[in-house]
Nanobody
Framework: QVQLVESGGGLVQAGGSLRLSCVAS????????MGWFRQAPGKEREFVAR???????NYADSVKGRFTISRDDAKNTVYLQMDSLKPEDTAIYYC?????????WGRGTQVTVSS
């Protein structure tokens, strides 16, 4: 089964950029639908973006035009490029891999956007 490890979070000023990475172990990464979710303090975890292949992506309305999800199956990695960050983007960001009825989550990486 795939295991996921996120990295790339940190503290950034509003208007800045960060790139998150999620590296997967296992040999079946390319079969997984990969997604990013986030959870802000006191709020439910919410969908951010997902990718099936590099030209098949979906985004939450709140991040459309600012965030870009991509994947490199040769590196077992999915990325989330986050531009024009806002304070409301502050959250723990989680990577999720889904294969049929099964899903696996990473432990998350903290993103903090200061105003």
């Amino acid at each position: 089964q795939v295991q996921l490890v996120e990295s790339g979070g940190g503290l950034v000023q509003a208007g800045g950029s960060l790139r998150l990475s999620c590296v997967a172990s296992g040999r079946t990464f390319s079969n997984y639908v990969m997604g990013w979710f986030r959870q802000a303090p006191g709020k439910e975890r919410e969908f951010v973006a997902r990718i099936i292949w590099n030209d098949n992506t979906n985004y939450a309305d709140s991040v459309k035009g600012r965030f870009t999800i991509s994947r490199d199956d040769a590196k077992n990695t999915v990325y989330l490029q986050m531009d024009s960050l806002k304070p409301e983007d502050t959250a723990i960001y989680y990577c999720r891999g889904t294969l049929g009825p099964f899903s696996v989550w990473g432990r998350g990486t903290q993103v903090t956007v200061s105003s």
